[in-house]
Structure formats: C-alpha cells, structure tokens
C-alpha cells in the first residue's frame, strides 16, 4: 500500500518568514495531494490540494509543489503569521478510490 | 449541511465495556472514514466504506472493533471490549468519491480507564 513520509515533525520559525514542509510518497500511482491543518482539539480541514497533472498550485500565502518524477511534494507558506501555528498534515490518494494515507504530521510553531 | 456529525464527543469508560462511535455523513457523500489519531501514530485510517459496503477494513487492528454502515446516512464503530490502549480521539470523515476532499466531524474522545 502506500507510504507518505513527513518532514520535519516540528518547525519553529518567527513572524513573517516562511515555512516548508515537505513529503514523500511510494505508490507512483498516487495522483491526488491534499494539505490538511488541525488547530489544537480541533478537526483537520483541507487547505489545499494538487492533482498529479500539475506541478504547483498557489492560493494566497500557501502554495503546493509536486514532483511526480521524485515522488515527492511540499507545502509553502509565506509572510507566516501567528494563527498558522498548528499541526499540518499530508497525504496521498491513489488507485484505491479516494482513500487517503496522512503523512505524521508537522507541528508548526509561528512566534510572534 | 451541518457537515459530518459525531457523537458522543466525549467518552470515558472502564476497561472492558463496550463502546459505540456514531457518525453521520454529509448528506450525499458516498465515501465514509473511520480514523483513529493518538500521539504515537498519527491518523490510521481504520476502515473505508464506499456506498456502505466496507471496502478496506485493514486498519482495524483486532477483532474487539467492528463497523457498520446500514444505510447512506449513518455509521457506528464499535469496540468490545474495550481496552486502556483504545484511547484516542476517533474521526468520521465523508467525502464524494470522484472529488478526493475529506470532511471531518469534530472527533469522539475516547478514555478508557
């Protein structure tokens, strides 16, 4: 079945800078990539999302990137602001319908 | 829509009773999740439904669980008996099979003591 690794598992930075998080997939199969954030005790909502016949996509501050060469994708979050900080995952849906494997999550930490 | 409803949202219980998740799926949502997220090991995907037949139940991890969906607008998972390492928060999620997106309910806390 399909593997989504996640880096890093934590990530620290200040106000204003920008954050990457970056994941790996082992189905080649694998064509549907969404972002998902979960504030604390709260549920994950999507974010973003990318289909395999791009290579990036942008919506505001966030912004996706595919390789599908690598097998690997990253979100880009820019001018990071305080209310960013929560824990973010990925995953990645393949030939199995829609089911979903997450990545580990990363725990993002904007500091005002 | 409400969006996907879970209940109950909390629960504590004593090792070896039975416990039972309820869902509800967005009104329309052919694909229905059952996922399990602790510290340790993140959101597991435990079992899959698509049009309520379950479709991959390999995430379960023993027989103490077990899923059901009757029909298009309702699920449960159960868990009997239940035990101190079932502790977690337990998502329902739904989604229209050709879109990909899921949507979460709020999450059922399970403590089992």
């Known amino acids: 079945g399909e593997n989504v690794e996640q880096h890093p598992s934590t990530l620290s930075v200040q106000e204003g800078d920008s954050a990457v998080i970056k994941c790996t997939y082992s189905?080649?199969?694998?064509?549907?990539f969404p972002w998902y954030k979960q504030e604390l005790g709260k549920r994950p909502q999507l974010i973003i999302d990318i289909r395999s016949n791009v290579g990036e996509k942008k919506d505001q501050r966030i912004a996706v990137t595919l390789n599908k060469t690598a097998k690997h994708f990253s979100l880009h979050i820019t001018e990071t602001q305080p209310e960013d900080s929560a824990v973010y995952f990925c995953?990645?849906?393949?030939?199995?319908?829609?089911?979903?494997?997450f990545g580990g999550g990363t725990r993002l930490m904007v500091k005002p | 829509d409400a969006g996907v409803i879970q209940s109950p949202r909390h629960e504590v219980t004593e090792m070896g009773q039975e416990v039972t998740l309820r869902c509800k799926p967005i009104s329309g949502h052919n694909s229905l999740f059952w996922y399990r997220q602790t510290m340790m090991r993140g959101l597991e995907l435990l079992i899959y439904f698509n049009n309520n037949v379950p479709i991959d139940d390999s995430g379960m991890p023993e027989d103490r669980f077990s899923a059901k969906m009757p029909n298009a607008s309702f699920s449960t998972l159960k868990i009997q008996p239940s035990e101190p390492r079932d502790s977690a928060v337990y998502f329902c999620?739904?989604?229209?099979?050709?879109?990909?997106?899921?949507?979460f309910g709020e999450g059922s806390r399970l403590t089992v003591l």
């Open positions: 189905d080649s199969a694998s064509n549907y």
């Open positions: 995953a990645a849906s393949g030939n199995a319908g829609n089911m979903l494997t």
């Open positions: 999620a739904s989604s229209f099979t050709n879109t990909g997106e899921l949507f």
